[in-house]
């Protein structure tokens, strides 16, 4: 749930009128989720909770998500493709998720 709440908080944006907004203030989200949803989702604790649960209201907090822009966790990508279980960067991290999603933010 923190890597969630990290990612909202730092690098969250939503569909407000068709263009991309940051997350900076819980306004944003309650004058966009709050009627669909009935009140229940009106801050970034609530989209966190949504999305970390799949609770009731997920699809409409997913709908209203723009996709989390991310940097590059090296300044060099390896030239060789490697799996992650063989040294590279490619593929199933598992547990280790939480650790890449950090670098890249």
Same mark, same amino acid.
């Given at each position: 749930?923190?890597?969630?709440?990290?990612?909202?908080?730092?690098? =969250?944006?939503?569909?407000?009128?068709?263009?991309?907004?940051?997350?900076?203030?819980?306004?944003?989200?309650?004058?966009?989720?709050?009627?669909?949803?009935? =009140?229940?989702?009106?801050?970034?604790?609530? @989209? @966190?909770?949504?999305?970390?649960? @799949?609770?009731?209201?997920?699809? *409409? @907090?997913?709908?209203?998500?723009?996709?989390?822009?991310?940097?590059?966790?090296?300044?060099?990508? *390896?030239?060789?493709?490697?799996?992650?279980?063989?040294?590279?960067?490619?593929?199933?991290? =598992?547990?280790?998720?939480?650790?890449?999603?950090?670098?890249?933010?």
């Amino acid at each position: 749930k923190a890597i969630i709440t990290d990612l909202i908080r730092r690098r =969250g944006h939503g569909w407000t009128d068709g263009k991309r907004v940051p997350l900076s203030d819980n306004t944003i989200i309650e004058n966009a989720l709050g009627d669909k949803t009935d =009140g229940a989702v009106i801050c970034v604790d609530d @989209v @966190v909770h949504e999305l970390h649960s @799949v609770g009731e209201e997920f699809a *409409q @907090v997913k709908g209203f998500l723009w996709p989390f822009q991310l940097a590059a966790p090296r300044s060099k990508f *390896q030239k060789e493709k490697l799996n992650f279980k063989d040294g590279g960067d490619y593929g199933d991290r =598992g547990e280790e998720m939480d650790d890449l999603i950090r670098q890249m933010l």
